[in-house]
Nanobody, 116 residues
Framework: QVQLVESGGGLVQPGGSLRLSCAAS????????MSWYRQAPGKERELVAS????????NSADSVKGRFTMSRDNDVNTVYLAMNSLKPEDTAVYYC?????????WGQGSQVTVSS
């Protein structure tokens, strides 16, 4: 059974940092396109970052470029999103996403709130 379990969200002050984790089970993350999405209240879900399953090269949305870094550890089957210099507009529910052989999987979401 495929499962994505996120952790690491919480409340942080502007300028602070958090690291989200997404532990996958039921498949190998090296065989899938892995991404992070976020959804703020009243807004559509948007792509934050993705990692190429073959090259490991990441792409990030312009709004987070230079502040957020996506990475993966194949040995523990986990992807991460390191978030630095957080801004109030980064407040959202962050979702882990996997696409593999035509199937799409989502995590349950992790709330990130940036506020003083």
């Amino acid at each position: 059974q495929v499962q994505l379990v996120e952790s690491g969200g919480g409340l942080v002050q502007p300028g602070g940092s958090l690291r989200l984790s997404c532990a996958a089970s039921g498949f190998s993350i090296s065989s899938a396109t892995m991404s992070w999405y976020r959804q703020a209240p009243g807004k559509e879900r948007e792509l934050v970052a993705s990692i190429n399953r073959i090259s490991g090269i990441t792409n990030s949305a312009d709004s987070v470029k230079g502040r957020f870094t996506m990475s993966r550890d194949n040995d523990v089957n986990t992807v991460y999103l390191a978030m630095n210099s957080l801004k109030p507009e980064d407040t959202a529910v962050y979702y882990c996403y996997a696409r593999r052989v035509g199937n799409v999987y989502w995590g349950q979401g992790s709330q990130v709130t940036v506020s003083s």
